[in-house]
């Protein structure tokens, strides 16, 4: 779950210098800004508080299998409350794929996945992805 957060995090970034682009594609409008920004923050601060709680269930998950007498009604609820946080995560992180889809024009939206790609990936598996053509498979 954590490398969703860092993901979101890699993406508020490369969204919130989005401004900063070469001319091709056209840059976000004002109102596109506007609303990129609101959504990366809003996904973000969202994304933190999920993640803080669901790292406080792992916790209190991982003290209840520690006593040798197991609480199994204790666990089952921890492991429900897990999976609800891990989905709300998810459904998050859904959220601001569609609503960036809605903002952005299709050549924003590759230009920003492909900055996010490298903001993400190893070195590596960056240059790559930079040397194959846009339409032979990747290796």
Do not use: W
Request: glycine share 2%.
């Amino acid at each position: 779950m954590r490398v969703i957060v860092v993901l979101m995090s890699a993406a508020c970034a490369v969204l919130l210098s989005a401004d900063a682009d070469p001319p091709s594609p056209p840059p976000l409008s004002q109102e596109q800004l506007v609303r990129v920004r609101g959504l990366v923050q809003e996904v973000q601060a969202q994304a933190t508080l999920l993640q803080a709680r669901l790292d406080e269930r792992q916790r209190a998950l991982a003290q209840v299998y520690m006593a040798y007498e197991l609480d199994g009604p204790s666990a089952q609820k921890l492991q429900i409350e897990i999976v609800e946080l891990q989905r709300s995560l998810l459904a998050n992180h859904h959220r601001m794929q569609v609503e960036l889809r809605k903002t952005v024009g299709r050549e924003r939206f590759e230009l920003l996945r492909r900055r996010l790609a490298q903001s993400v990936a190893p070195a590596s598996a960056v240059n790559r992805e930079s040397s194959a053509s846009p339409n032979s498979p990747a290796p």
